[in-house]
């Protein structure tokens, strides 16, 4: 389960006042995706825009992404809030549903102690029996989680991985020493650092860029695994021209942008109060794609 590339998909969303979920955009994404040859589909995360999604709706696409996907890949639901009652709350609904792992991301806001951090996930993980993926944002949380709390944290049967979004490749050998010996997985969430982190010992990647670029993520996976350095080399290096022009937006509008101009799926624009992007960061858009052959 914990093994090659994961995409965390975007939420889509129709261009009406409410800005509700287009479900028929999810499952023309979803169905590319997986065609493309992606080890499993991962919702409701930073991409996901869990962050201004209510809970009914966080039920209602639940539900029709596992019924879209069919048990073709595996399904991570993102279910980490705040207080560790709402986080357990979501999470055994999402068990309920059939969901096949949860990715639990840390409180934000405020910055809970190690001790607090530990207590958190061992009483999520102590309600649920599904696996659970620790969810590492610091830069998005303000809060990192020690290579100390998850070697504890690992030592638990049903936490089973961890993604990590740092960037920070000392964090992510942390983790894979912190690993050892367990079974649990470490999974890079920056899509620059994945050859990096392969190498450290991770075993798969959550990667944004994947929505988009998913050939040249499910090579790099290939490469990767066969030890084709050359070929991976160069497919780590081509990611970054789609990188380049993610800091033209707020998360997740480019990757957004990107998925309608290149004509995958209608996924609309990212909630308010993220705007839409304007026709000269299309442009650069278009440059992009045209460099992957997208258009």
Known sequence: MFEGIITPIVTPFNRDEEQSINYEAAEQLINHIIKKGVNGIFILGSNGEFHVINEEEKMAFAKKVIKIVDHRVPVFVGTGACSTKETIYLSKKMEEIGADALSVIT???IKPTDKE???HFKEVANNVKIPIVLYNIPKSTGCNISKEVTARLARIDNIQAIKDSSGDVENL???IEAASGKNFSVLVGSDSKISMG?????TGAIA??????????VKLNKALKINDTKTAEVLQ??????RGVLKLGT?????????ELANIAPVGPARKP??????VVDEKIREMLKHYQLI
């Open 107 to 109: 409180p934000y806001f």
């Open 117 to 119: 951090l530990y207590e």
């Open 173 to 175: 050998k942390g983790y």
């Open 198 to 202: 392969y190498n450290l010992g991770a």
């Open 208 to 217: 944004g860029t994947s929505n988009v670029i998913t050939d040249i993520l």
């Open 237 to 242: 290096a081509d990611i970054n021209v789609l």
């Open 251 to 259: 998360v997740p509008s480019i990757i957004k942008r990107s998925i």
């Open 274 to 279: 993220v705007r839409e992007t304007m026709p």
